[in-house]
C-alpha cells in the first residue's frame, strides 16, 4: 500500500516543541522533493517548510523562519519537521507531501505535490 504517514502531532503549550514524522511505505521519498504543509479550520492549506530532493537546500514559510526545521532520512524513508516556540496560530492539521516526480525542485503550491499523507493534529494552547 502507497502511502505517507504522519506522527508526532499534540497537544503543547505556547512556547514548546514538537517533531513531526512523514514516514513512506510503499514508496522511496529518495530523489524526491518534499513538503510539509498545514490547514486550520476555513482556512485554505499553506505552504510551511520543504527539502530538495537532494538535501541540499531547505525552504520556510515567513513565519516559522527561525522556528521550524525540516530534514530527512532518506536511509529511514522519513521526513521531519523540528518545531520550536510554538505559538497558538500554529495550531493546524499538518501534511507532508511528495512530489511527483523525483529531481525536480520543490514548490511552494500544494498543487504541485502529488502524494500526501492524512495530516497529523497539532494543537497549542496560549
Known amino acids: 500500500q502507497v502511502q505517507l504517514v504522519e506522527s508526532g502531532g499534540g497537544l503543547v503549550q505556547a512556547g514548546g516543541s514538537l517533531r513531526l514524522s512523514c514516514a513512506a511505505s510503499?514508496?522511496?521519498?529518495?530523489?524526491?522533493?518534499m513538503g510539509w504543509f498545514r490547514q486550520s479550520p476555513g482556512k485554505e492549506r499553506e505552504f510551511v517548510a520543504a527539502i530538495s530532493w537532494n538535501n541540499d537546500h531547505t525552504y520556510y514559510a515567513d513565519f516559522v523562519k527561525g522556528r521550524f526545521t525540516i530534514s530527512r532520512d532518506d536511509a529511514k524513508n522519513t521526513v521531519y519537521l523540528q518545531m520550536n516556540s510554538l505559538k497558538a496560530e500554529d495550531t493546524a492539521l499538518y501534511y507532508c507531501?511528495?512530489?511527483?516526480?523525483?529531481?525536480?525542485?520543490?514548490?511552494?503550491?500544494?498543487?504541485?505535490?502529488?502524494?500526501w499523507g492524512q495530516g497529523t493534529q497539532v494543537t497549542v494552547s496560549s
Open positions: 510503499g514508496l522511496t521519498l529518495r530523489s524526491y522533493a
Open positions: 507531501a511528495r512530489r511527483s516526480n523525483a529531481y525536480i525542485a520543490v514548490s511552494y503550491g500544494a498543487d504541485s505535490y502529488y502524494y
